[in-house]
């Protein structure tokens, strides 16, 4: 895995960026601020960008590839929109990352470092870009929410199928050697 600064030409936003919904939360100035504060990283398939248990401060923004998210090993989702922000709850908590994220193709990321954020725009000097900044997040967050809690759902209607195919199928062969038995005695 490499990683660059992020170098750009202020009050200019990048075509590959243009698209990303979580760089258009910010003025131009905040966002200046926010590519300052970023790197790009190429990864490799294989490649761990986000590793599970460690403490890291950055939210990325998948630019290209293909990205694989696995929680004690096991695979459990996919990123491979560009666009998509991943890493999110890093600013909203400062516990350990819950999982990994690794390279499933040759990927590039851009990494916006918080910390560097707010050390060059604190809180308290700049409040208006912290509520662009959290707004953002905490959208992204309930939506990710929503989709999570839709598929639980789903999982929840297979399951209780399941259930009830299971116990049509243990009635259906408790019958059987019922039926049996009654043509024995005839």
Known sequence: MKEYA????????PIA?????????????????VLNSSNLIQAEPGDVIIKEGTI??????LLSGDLEVRV????????????????ELALVNQEKRAASVIAAKSSVCLAVDQKFLHDIRPRE?????????YEFVARLIAKKLDS????????EREL???????????????AKPKAKRARRKN
Do not use: M, W
Not at 56 to 61: A, Q, V
Not at 125 to 133: K, M, Q, T, V, Y
């Open 6 to 13: 992020y170098i750009h030409e202020e009050g200019t936003l």
């Open 17 to 33: 960026l243009r698209s990303v919904p979580f760089l258009n939360s910010f003025s131009d100035e905040q966002l200046d601020d």
């Open 56 to 61: 890291d401060s950055r939210i990325y923004i």
């Open 72 to 87: 004690g090993g096991k695979h459990v989702t996919s990123i491979a929109r560009a666009g998509e922000v991943f890493g």
């Open 125 to 133: 000097e700049d409040p208006a870009f912290h509520a662009s900044l």
């Open 148 to 155: 999570t809690s839709r598929r639980l759902a789903e999982v």
């Open 160 to 174: 209780s199928h399941l259930q009830a195919e299971h116990v049509r199928a243990g009635k259906t062969e408790g």
